[in-house]
């Protein structure tokens, strides 16, 4: 049994971690969603506002996004690195912004597991991230994996009540 998702080396500074969502909505439904760079905020609920400070949309793009309050960041300078049509896969690095999230990169992945209306389709986001200074590696992946599921479980709802209708 290989390993069918890439899993990244990690450094002694660096974590990482892979969450999966199972989503009750057809693949090109929850694709024209996520692949949205330019529009983190259709379901990402910790996004206040974002805006393209280059590009268009496409690979080499960096949006500024505004973090609602009560995160312990307020800004997140962002850049599409990998924007698969056909594979189905986003790649976005932070390149800078007021938090401690450094070297972070993440890859989304989506897979079909059943066609036809109804469909469905899994999820997958993996990261690595640097650690900060004073912080543990438990600490630093359990706030990604917790800020990440909340977006995927997000998607998730946002695209089943669109399937619906």
Not at 35 to 57: E, I, M, N, W
Not at 70 to 83: H, V
């Amino acid at each position: 049994m290989g390993n069918q998702y890439r899993t990244p080396n990690l450094s002694s500074k660096q974590c990482g971690s892979s969450l999966v969502q199972t989503i009750d909505a057809p693949l090109p439904l929850v694709w024209s969603i996520m692949r949205r760079f330019d529009h983190p905020q259709l379901y990402k609920q910790f996004v206040k506002s974002c805006t393209l400070s280059a590009g268009t949309g496409s690979i080499g793009s960096v949006r500024e996004v505004m973090v609602v309050s009560g995160l312990p960041a307020a800004t997140s300078m962002e850049r599409l690195d990998e924007l698969d049509e056909d594979s189905h896969v986003m790649v976005v690095s932070i390149i800078g912004g007021d938090h401690r999230l450094v070297n972070y990169r993440s890859t989304t992945t989506l897979h079909e597991i059943e066609e036809g209306k109804g469909g469905k389709t899994v999820v997958m986001e993996s990261y690595v991230v640097d650690v900060p200074a004073g912080s543990s590696k438990e600490d630093t992946c359990s706030f990604a994996d917790m800020i990440i599921g909340c977006n995927l479980r997000s998607l998730a709802r946002v695209t089943e009540k669109m399937a619906k209708v």
